[in-house]
């Protein structure tokens, strides 16, 4: 291993996340442990150079005290006590923070900066082909950034051992699956089976109005045909998945397990348990990006912005019908071109455009006309939690709305979603 690293263990602070960020961030790879890790556990962990003890009022947790003792006290490493509210509070200011922290990681424990994504892809690259021996590796290539990264790691270290499995469900963004093709199919020359599910999830989504049971047919559905593609294949051993570091941190609780573990894979039957394979698991999602850059993934599928798991599906109004997609297809795809157009993709978090099942009267080429609304829907939000709606210039709606209207099928009018979170969700459904 390149890497040097620092542990923290958890003593119930809910500034974990926050902490191994600052720390790699001064170059020096980090991971947040439950507190009641055991010494020959610490041992096996590579070029471990110091612990910080974090968080817990006073270590209390729930009114129990935690003994950390001999556990970590007896380990040899170089120990930072950082309660939050006990004897040795955290600096206020940001700048003596950094100084503290970097005062112990460099000074006291010795540490190199020598974390960074060239070291992170070499050190992953050896790890797979540890774990993987001759083995071959079956993955669900969505094309979002997780999936990707983990395929193009997967490819450098086991190259054609390696089956990704791309399932169009029909709900993907224009032109999606077929980046999917050019990149890894061609570009890439990974194993790639492309399976065209459209037909098979549209017919099931027929009349299923509820937003809760539209996201449990489709997660049903695409877990179904992943596994009878990975009956047909033989000799696969491991999963490949693209967990990254918030998923496995249970953020906001006062913890004596920090880390979930994880026993279902994917929801998948019994007699088809793979050992899983989760090489950006420790990252957090900026750094995922980072590697897809080194590894030369294209830009637009390294910075792509969050796609809910059911995709076009929840934005889709109502019940799903083929004309209906196929407007939030085009429309999403118009207000892609011209935000780009206007340079201002990078500044908003996450941009849609959503088509409810009601329509309205209108006039189209000197015609009435009885079609559907497509609302726009921009938000910037830090954490998803809250979120406020961006003033998009009004001549970019004006274009927008003639766009739209103009090109979109059934479309006859265009409205811009003013509502931040709260009072509304992200999404529509
Ligand atoms: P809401 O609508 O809850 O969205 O404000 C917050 C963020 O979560 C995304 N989202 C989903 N992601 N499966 C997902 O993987 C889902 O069912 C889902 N629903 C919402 C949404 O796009 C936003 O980024």
């Known amino acids: 291993m390149k890497q040097d690293m620092i542990l923290i263990l958890d003593l119930g602070s809910d500034e974990n996340a926050r902490l191994a960020r600052e720390i790699r961030t001064l170059g020096v790879y980090s991971e947040i442990y439950p507190h009641d890790i055991g010494v020959d556990q610490i041992k096996a962990l590579p070029n471990v150079k110091g612990i910080i003890l974090n968080g817990g009022v006073n270590r209390e947790i729930d009114g129990v005290f935690i003994d950390t003792s001999e556990a970590v006290y007896t380990c040899g490493l170089p120990l930072f006590l950082a309660d939050h509210k006990g004897e040795k509070p955290w600096p206020e200011s940001a700048e003596k923070r950094r100084q503290t922290l970097s005062d112990f990681i460099f000074s006291v424990c010795g540490a190199q900066a020598n974390w960074n994504t060239e070291n992170f892809i070499s050190d992953q690259i050896d790890l797979i082909k540890r774990q993987v021996g001759d083995g071959h590796v079956l993955l669900a290539l969505s094309g979002g950034v997780d999936s990707s990264v983990v395929a193009a790691l997967l490819l450098k270290a086991i190259g054609n051992r390696l089956t990704c499995v791309h399932v169009n469900h029909g709900l993907m963004r224009k032109g999606e699956s077929e980046q999917v093709i050019d ?118 599928m390294v910075h792509r912005q969050p796609f809910p798991g059911p995709g076009l599906g929840v934005r889709c109004l109502g019940a799903i019908t083929r004309d209906r997609l196929e407007a939030v297809r085009e429309s999403d795809a118009i207000l892609h071109e011209e935000l780009a157009k206007a340079g201002l993709i990078e500044q908003i978090w996450q941009f849609f455009t959503v088509v409810p099942d009601f329509r309205s009267t209108g006039v189209k080429e000197g015609k009435r006309s009885f079609d559907w609304p497509v609302v726009v829907r921009a938000v910037n939000t830090i954490d998803a939690m809250t979120a406020v709606v961006p003033e998009l210039p009004w001549p970019l709606l004006q274009t927008l709305t003639k766009r739209i209207t103009s090109e979109v099928a059934g479309v006859n009018r265009v409205l811009y979603d003013l509502t931040p979170k709260p009072s509304g969700t992200i999404e529509w459904e």
């Open 183 to 300: 990149v890894f199919g061609k570009a890439l020359g990974a194993n790639l089976v492309y399976v065209d599910a459209v037909d098979r999830f549209l017919d099931k989504l027929v009349d299923v109005d509820d937003p809760e049971q539209k996201r449990k047919v489709i997660g049903e559905e695409f877990v179904r045909v992943f596994e009878e593609e990975a009956r047909k294949l033989n000799g696969i051993n491991f999963l490949a998945q693209g967990t990254i570091y918030p998923d496995i941190i249970e953020s906001g609780t006062k913890t004596v397990k920090a880390v979930k573990s994880h026993h279902n894979v994917g929801g998948l039957p019994e007699d088809l348990q793979f050992e899983l394979v989760e090489p950006v698991k420790m990252l957090f999602k900026d750094e995922v990006r980072a590697v897809g850059s080194e590894l030369g993934l294209p830009d637009n």
